[in-house]
């Protein structure tokens, strides 16, 4: 545990002087919110729709999960989605493109996670600025019809389509209660009715002012696994792993909460400790005699260079109920009823412009003569899905 956790799990006379800063941002936030909604400070509408999905808590191990699911709730329903973030919290940076091969010192090791689970069939960009940001990302990529933002919780320049707050229950997240400096909560709970639906985590303690009104979902984590990270494909249990000699890399400050899930796991493992933004290289390893390296998984993405096949990593999944698809996709049918916003879409293909064929409820690329359904609302953007025009047909 960090120390900053350690301080936010109690309440001390230092609290009692941070205390007061606390109520003063959050009369700060109410403030920017009613002028928000007052159309008194302006919103900026970008041409596609926004899902914002972000953390009530400073962090949440639950959220890049729920976008990676929803991300491919999205590409599952013939959606293009992309994501932008702002990376790390001090980054001042233009948009940039996350790929494979970033540093993760210059992206944040989150991003590059999300770009590495999503295998760059989902763009991932980062900026200061998450309007430039997303402009960029929708210029470079215009087959792009949906965004995930996954922070600006409290960015409201940011018009958003859906927003969705995690809140996660356990000690370590929740702390003391309290707004920050003097807790780890960065809004307070009042500011979850302002959103459309919650996503729970954690252990299901009562959690003040989330009303029958709200939807709530919830999360929960799946069977812990290893995956080996020059070959993602390749996944094996504890059983798998054990009876060879495996060291597990750590770097603090979560050094103790992964060797505590691997000795839960019952694996005999040798530690070795990094210090906490250790750059790992190619020597870091050449005289370790382990069969098997076992390394957390924001951790893991430092070492993506390396192509060394005894890195495995380990994965603690999150899987949010059935009902987050159904809400999502409900609020995107409403989005795409407009048709300003069926026109501007283009083809995955060719990137061309489409022509919106209400009759037959299909978008139709003329260059590459296919005609991609729009189904219950949503227009499917997947060439297996496209209908391929035949020569007689006319295209108008």
Not at 320 to 340: N, Q, S, T, V, Y
Not at 343 to 360: E, H
Request: with cysteine.
């Amino acid at each position: 545990m960090n120390w900053y956790e350690l301080y936010w799990q109690r309440i001390t006379p230092l609290h009692l002087f941070l205390w007061p800063i606390s109520q003063l941002l959050i009369l700060f936030q109410s403030v920017r919110r009613f002028l928000y909604r007052r159309a008194i400070l302006t919103s900026i509408h970008l041409p596609v729709p926004i899902i914002i999905i972000d953390s009530i808590t400073t962090d949440s191990p639950v959220k890049t999960s729920l976008i990676i699911q929803i991300a491919n709730i999205l590409k599952a329903a013939g959606l293009r989605p992309g994501i932008i973030s702002r990376g790390y919290p001090d980054n001042h940076r233009p948009p940039t493109r996350v790929t494979i091969s970033s540093h993760p010192h210059l992206t944040g090791e989150k991003s590059l996670l999300l770009t590495y689970h999503l295998r760059e069939t989902c763009p991932v960009w980062i900026g200061y600025d998450r309007i430039e940001t997303a402009k960029a990302l929708l210029n470079a990529h215009k087959e792009c019809n949906v965004l995930i933002c996954d922070d600006g919780l409290q960015d409201l320049r940011l018009q958003r389509d859906f927003e969705a707050v995690i809140v996660d229950t356990s000690v370590i997240n929740s702390g003391n209660g309290l707004i920050m400096p003097a807790g780890p909560l960065r809004d307070s709970f009042a500011r979850l009715k302002h959103t459309d639906a919650v996503i729970l985590a954690g252990h299901q303690r009562r959690i003040p002012d989330i009303t029958d009104e709200i939807r709530t979902i919830h999360t929960r984590p799946q069977k812990e696994h290893f995956f080996n990270l020059s070959w993602p494909e390749l996944t094996a249990d504890a059983a798998g792993l054990a009876g060879k000699r495996i060291h597990a890399i750590v770097c603090d400050p979560d050094t103790q909460n992964f060797l505590d899930n691997l000795e839960f796991l019952k694996l005999t493992i040798t530690p070795r400790v990094f210090p906490e933004n250790h750059h790992f290289i190619a020597t870091d390893f050449q005289s370790d005699e382990a069969e098997i390296i076992l390394i957390p998984e924001e951790d893991a993405v430092k070492c993506l260079s390396l192509h060394d096949d005894r890195i495995w990593v380990l994965q603690q999944e999150y899987r949010a109920d059935p009902g987050l698809r159904e809400i999502i996709l409900k609020k995107l049918r409403e989005k795409f009823m407009d048709p300003k916003l069926l026109d501007i879409l283009v083809c995955p293909l060719c990137k061309g412009p489409l022509i919106y064929k209400k009759d037959r409820l299909e978008l139709i690329c003329k260059a590459d003569r296919l005609a991609y359904p729009i189904r219950d609302g949503i227009p499917v953007m997947l060439e297996d899905e496209a209908r391929k025009l035949p020569d007689e047909e006319e295209i108008k």
